[in-house]
């Protein structure tokens, strides 16, 4: 009976304790990786066309294919595209879309691959 107790309660802790030790451990990675890479939250342009996406920067441009990103996590306030596990390709702040309508449409695209 007690072990059944003593389950209960680490099952109700994990519960509530391990979504934000991954809300803590990726907003830690991400300060990492800015604070590695400022270039990241410089002003960008993207474009997607043709299965690519392409990031336009003030003195140069970076395309990808569509199937070569790994992952896209959308939290509150910005859009994460990851090229692997480990390396974003961009960060797009949601405030960047005119309306909720044209971030879907985005997401879709980046979907298709």
Same mark, same amino acid.
């Given at each position: 009976m007690i072990t059944?107790?003593?389950l209960i309660i680490i099952s109700i802790l994990w519960i509530i304790f391990i979504p934000k030790f991954i809300d803590f451990s990726?907003?830690?990675?991400?300060?990492?990786l800015v604070k590695n890479?400022?270039?990241?939250l410089l002003k960008k342009q993207?474009?997607?066309q043709n299965k690519s996406i392409c990031?336009?920067?003030?003195?140069?441009?970076?395309?990808?294919?569509?199937?070569?990103? $790994? /992952? #896209? @996590?959308?939290?509150?306030?910005? +859009?994460?595209? %990851? =090229?692997? $596990? /480990? #390396? @974003?390709?961009?960060?797009?702040? +949601?405030?960047? %879309? =005119?309306?909720?309508e044209e971030k879907l449409e985005f997401l879709n695209l980046l979907n298709k691959k």
């Open positions: 059944i107790i003593v990726n907003k830690r990675d991400i300060k990492k890479n400022p270039e990241m993207i474009n997607v990031l336009l920067k003030s003195t140069s441009s970076e395309c990808i294919s569509i199937s070569d990103i $790994k /992952n #896209i @996590i959308e939290k509150k306030d910005n +859009i994460y595209i %990851f =090229k692997n $596990k /480990n #390396i @974003i390709y961009a960060i797009i702040p +949601i405030k960047a %879309f =005119k309306s909720n």
